[in-house]
């Protein structure tokens, strides 16, 4: 039997550790990409994408992104002629963004942000001694980030804030939690919801996932 191929990009710096609990029907086999380090600050986002795209050994693949990763595999989409592009906990355009990341754009505010604390992990757990919610999310850091590069984050943050794409592909499925507080799901617009799924429910939603995945690679919808 000839499987289809299905490719994950991860979120914003991390590993392709955060798809452990995703799994699929045997029709599919899945392969997972990794990110890599820009060439240099100013690397176009189709630019890396071009160089990611090398790693797709596939024919017709699926390609499923989470978050920035999500925005990868649309760029992704223009060099490789996938079957199906599926972004989880992400947006389709600039247009989705959140005020706070339009403000950013404008004012160039990503600039200040800082991605060096990033490396310092005894600064952030003091930072999270009194706060539970964010304690558990040091600890999901931790685990699951893979790139913590400053050159690369500061590449990241530039380059998502500055996508330059200002209408979503109608062929793109979105699936989006309702309580996402990266990427509010009131500035979206035709996209599947996930009940109760936030920013990180690839790893806390991955038993809805893995039940409704197949019907949405196969129809692009939930049935």
Same mark, same amino acid.
């Given at each position: 039997?000839?499987?289809i ?6 979120? &914003? ?13 045997? #029709? =599919?086999?899945c392969? =997972?990409?990794?990110?890599?380090? /820009? ?14 795209? $090398? ?12 978050? !920035?990763?999500?925005?990868?595999? $649309? ?7 996938a ?10 355009? *600039? ?7 339009? !403000?950013? @754009?404008?004012?160039?505010? =990503?600039? !200040?942000?800082p991605?060096?604390?990033? *490396?310092?992990?005894?600064?952030l757990?003091? &930072?999270?001694m ?8 040091? %600890?999901? =850091?931790? @685990? ?10 500061? +590449?990241? !943050?530039?380059?998502?804030?500055? +996508?330059?794409?200002c #209408? /979503?592909?109608p $062929?793109?499925? $979105?699936?989006?939690? %309702?309580? %996402?507080?990266?990427? /509010?799901?009131k500035?979206?617009? *035709?996209f599947?919801?996930?009940r109760?799924?936030?920013?990180i429910m690839?790893?806390? @939603?991955?038993? +809805? ?5 197949? %019907?949405?690679?196969? *129809?692009?919808?939930?049935?």
């Amino acid at each position: 039997m000839n499987k289809i191929p299905v490719y994950f990009m991860p979120g &914003l710096a991390a590993s392709p550790k955060i798809f452990e609990n995703i799994n699929l029907p045997e #029709e =599919y086999e899945c392969h =997972y990409l990794s990110w890599i380090l /820009p060439k240099d600050k100013n690397e176009t986002v189709k630019a890396y994408a071009t160089r990611l795209a $090398q790693s797709v050994k596939h024919d017709d693949p699926v390609l499923i992104g989470v978050s !920035f990763g999500g925005v990868i595999v $649309q760029e992704m989409a223009g060099i490789v002629n996938a079957r199906r592009v599926i972004i989880i906990s992400s947006v389709r355009c *600039n247009t989705e963004f959140p005020k706070r990341m339009q !403000f950013a @754009k404008k004012t160039h505010a =990503y600039r !200040f942000f800082p991605t060096g604390i990033l *490396n310092k992990m005894h600064v952030l757990r003091k &930072l999270t001694m009194n706060n539970s919610v964010m304690a558990k999310r040091l %600890d999901l =850091y931790e @685990k699951f980030i893979h790139l913590r590069d400053k050159k690369y984050l500061d +590449w990241a !943050f530039k380059t998502i804030i500055n +996508w330059d794409r200002c #209408e /979503p592909d109608p $062929q793109v499925v $979105q699936v989006h939690g %309702d309580a %996402d507080e990266v990427f /509010p799901p009131k500035y979206l617009d *035709n996209f599947i919801p996930v009940r109760g799924g936030t920013h990180i429910m690839i790893i806390n @939603k991955a038993k +809805w996932l893995n039940k409704h995945l197949p %019907d949405i690679i196969k *129809n692009g919808s939930l049935g």
